[in-house]
């Protein structure tokens, strides 16, 4: 875990040299705050909830975490630093844990950066802080599960464009998944698998305030699947 | 101590290295020369690790690289072609990197500084790598490759596209790091060759062609010797007659302009025949310019070994 701390230092370092972490924030607050207070109208909304401001995170990351992962493994393999790195004494769990956690303390730092939407909130009355714990353990685990797959996505290829748009497109696929069987009208068995496969559709309840540990427990499933699925892949890479 | 055995890569269907064996003892400079895709990089990626080989085996130290590839990577140290860096790191910050990852914990500082010290990079360490020039980045490529002090170093094609300046600076730190550590430098220029190492080994398309000190091969490769002596003289069609009945040995070229003909006697009695042929030409009212034997430069040898040994290339 210490030499998967270096990498992480590493990263996050990097992240905010190039200085890619920082136009991510200003650009997310931007975007939180125009949606928030203008496209949903919240002090029109005259009520103090917080589930538009959660309901609004997901979206946003959609777009914009492809843009923090995609240079993950694809800038290595292009600038020709991954042959260096994989000749280091790291493993391949050290590389991809370490980039893992770089990747989704920028996500929290950015989730962190737009408390000020609950701050405002809180000046109209009165929170069940069981409710925004559910609710920041939701998003923190939606953040998590997105930056595994934009790992994994970076991890297979050499093009950071690629990445990008492969990435959105995954998550864009996880996050309607739950709309197919409303346009379908399905129901029974099928539905509740499709529903089960999305990401919405676990995500809601912990935006709804709801502690449920077998959503948790697919936020886990995904995003250990996925760096597995990651480091499986440089493993992998060695032998071709 | 580096023994590789068998060694075979290959990259899907095509065999970039085919059964290649060596051994580089410690504490010697190796060449692995060959032309560009005869598989000098893809060796040196099995040696470091990176890439597992199809089959065969690699110890370093009597540790196999499949087997133990962390212990491994801790004792080498290595600039991959093009010396790729974080380019968006100080040259400071990427080494303390490197130090970090490589397990340099203890006197990190006095090591880095030392390094930087070892690579003329003292006065560059808050510099951003991206300004550097292409020179100061072959430095802390070097750099990175010897912080943390290993016993093997392997180096692929470290000089090119240096200056000719840039180019002597680093083979001056090449040999000095040769001191105390097994170096493996792989290079299609043969000078470096020439200038750096004490043994050679010769790969085209995927295999072992020559191995051994310069002289070896040189020894090995050269076959018949001849004698080239220019001369001046009135007529050379009558000198080549009478050279040929009164020495015995029938040139074998002759090349001829206004000035002076070069003339390629074969040699096989040794030094005898430069001294008859001396005496004869200056008895017979003719100028000797020049007399020199034929050896095979490293040059001639490459070309020989890379070209006509794979000419269905």
Not at chain 1, 110 to 130: K, N, Q, R
Not at chain 1, 188 to 194: L, M
Not at chain 2, 119 to 129: H, S
Not at chain 2, 232 to 243: A, E, L, M
Request: glycine share 6%; charged share 20%; proline share 4%.
């Amino acid at each position: 875990m210490h030499k998967a701390s270096i990498v992480f230092r590493r990263e996050l370092k990097s992240y905010f040299n190039v200085p890619i972490a920082w136009l991510f924030i200003v650009i997310f607050n931007l975007a939180i705050s125009i949606f928030f207070f203008f496209v949903q109208q919240f002090f029109a909304l005259d009520r103090a909830d917080l589930r538009p401001y959660f309901s609004l995170l997901p979206l946003f990351f959609t777009i914009l975490v492809p843009a923090l992962t995609m240079k993950m493994w694809a800038e290595e393999k292009k600038q020709g630093t991954y042959e260096m790195l994989m000749t280091m004494p790291f493993s391949e769990f050290d590389l991809v844990i370490g980039k893992f956690l770089a990747a989704f303390v920028l996500l929290l730092i950015a989730i962190a950066s737009t408390v000020f939407i609950p701050i405002t909130m809180f000046l109209f009355g009165y929170f069940d802080p069981g409710q925004i714990f559910a609710q920041y353990i939701g998003i923190f685990l939606f953040a998590a599960a997105c930056s595994a797959i934009g790992q994994y996505v970076s991890a297979n290829t050499k093009s950071q464009i690629s990445a990008f748009v492969v990435t959105m497109i995954l998550l864009i696929i996880l996050n309607i998944f739950s709309q197919i069987p409303l346009w379908f009208n399905m129901t029974g068995k099928i539905a509740d698998v499709i529903n089960w496969l999305s990401v919405n559709y676990h995500y809601n309840s912990f935006a709804k305030g709801v502690l449920d540990s077998r959503d948790a427990l697919y936020f886990l499933i995904i995003t250990t699947g996925f760096l597995y699925a990651t480091m499986q892949k440089l493993y992998l890479g060695r032998w071709r | 101590m580096i023994q590789v055995e068998s060694l075979y890569k290959s990259y899907g269907t095509f065999p970039a290295v085919k059964n290649v064996s060596f051994e580089v003892p410690s504490g010697v400079i190796v060449g692995l020369l060959g032309p560009n895709g005869a598989g000098k990089t893809t060796i040196m990626k099995a040696l470091t690790g990176y890439h597992k080989p199809t089959a065969g085996t690699i110890l370093i130290d009597g540790k196999n690289v499949e087997e133990d590839p962390i212990a491994i990577k801790s004792m080498t140290g290595y600039l991959p072609e093009g010396v790729p860096l974080y380019s968006e790191m100080t040259v400071y910050e990427y080494l303390e990197f490197i130090a970090e990852a490589r397990g340099v914990i203890e006197h990190k500082k006095e090591t880095i500084e030392n390094t930087m010290r070892k690579c003329g990079l003292i006065g560059f360490g808050d510099v951003l790598i991206d300004h550097l020039s292409k020179g100061y980045k072959q430095r802390v490529g070097l750099a990175q490759a010897i912080l943390h002090n290993p016993a093997i170093l392997i180096l692929d094609e470290p000089t090119t596209g240096l200056d000719p300046n840039q180019i002597l600076e680093i083979r001056d730190l090449i040999r000095d790091l040769g001191k105390d550590k097994t170096v493996i430098l792989s290079t299609h220029i043969l000078q470096e060759v020439e200038a750096l190492c004490s043994k050679i080994i010769i790969i085209n398309e995927g295999e072992i062609v020559a191995d051994g000190s310069p002289e070896e091969i040189a020894d090995a490769m050269k076959g018949e010797e001849n004698i080239i002596c220019k001369i001046k003289t009135s007529s050379i069609d009558k000198f080549k007659v009478d050279f040929a009945n009164y020495l015995k040995y029938s040139p074998k070229k002759l090349v001829e302009n206004l000035f002076q003909s070069e003339l390629v006697v074969p040699a096989q009695s040794g030094d005898a025949a430069a001294e008859s042929i001396f005496k004869w030409i200056v008895e017979h009212d003719s100028i000797l310019l020049e007399m020199r034997r034929d050896t095979l430069s490293l040059e001639d040898i490459f070309v020989k070994l890379t070209r006509e040994g794979g000419n269905h290339a």
